[in-house]
């Protein structure tokens, strides 16, 4: 059977909800706090540039991405969203001159949602296949094994 697990050992696909489990629920609790408006989440917010009267919005679109994500049919599309919405949390922290912590915590959720679905579906290991490189012939130095390996 081609697509979701295909390929994916049980050890595999358990491991990618663990990994998985990290930015999912740091997106969803994200999203739904952005519903509920405290006073902090509306304060961050608006630090960012964002008017108080779209936070309800971004909370809506962000929970449903991860919806998306949860649901088999649906992880690809949902994981492209949350790929974005991140994405533009970089861009507007590089925009307000945010410190660079602020924009490697964004990345390192979008690696740990990407990492733990490739760990745990297929079709993803088909998309993003990870080549394994073979030992370097004596006299060649990383670089060129590399190069050499992507030529043939």
């Keep these: 059977m081609q697509g979701y697990g295909s ?4 050890r595999q696909r358990w ?3 663990a990994v998985s489990a990290v930015p999912i629920l740091f997106l969803l609790l994200d ?12 304060e961050a917010t608006t ?3 964002f008017p ?10 962000l929970v449903l991405s991860v919806l998306l994500h949860l649901l088999p049919r649906t992880s690809f599309l949902g994981a492209v969203l949350l790929t974005a919405y991140l994405g533009g949390a970089v861009a507007s922290k590089v925009r307000i001159g945010a410190p660079l912590f602020d924009l490697a915590f ?3 959720i979008a690696e740990l949602l990407w990492g733990g679905f490739w760990l745990r579906d297929g079709s993803v290991r088909e998309f993003f296949p990870i080549r394994r490189l073979a030992k ?3 006299g060649l ?3 060129q094994a590399l190069s050499k390996s992507f030529q043939e």
């Design 106 to 108: 964004a990345l390192i």
């Design 7 to 10: 390929d994916v050992t049980n």
């Design 136 to 138: 370097a012939p004596a």
């Design 47 to 49: 630090q960012l540039g």
């Design 31 to 42: 999203g739904i706090m952005k519903l509920f408006k405290p006073s902090f989440v509306v």
């Design 15 to 17: 491991a990618g909800r």
């Design 141 to 143: 130095t990383g670089s």
């Design 52 to 61: 108080e009267s779209t936070i309800v919005g971004i909370g809506v679109i």
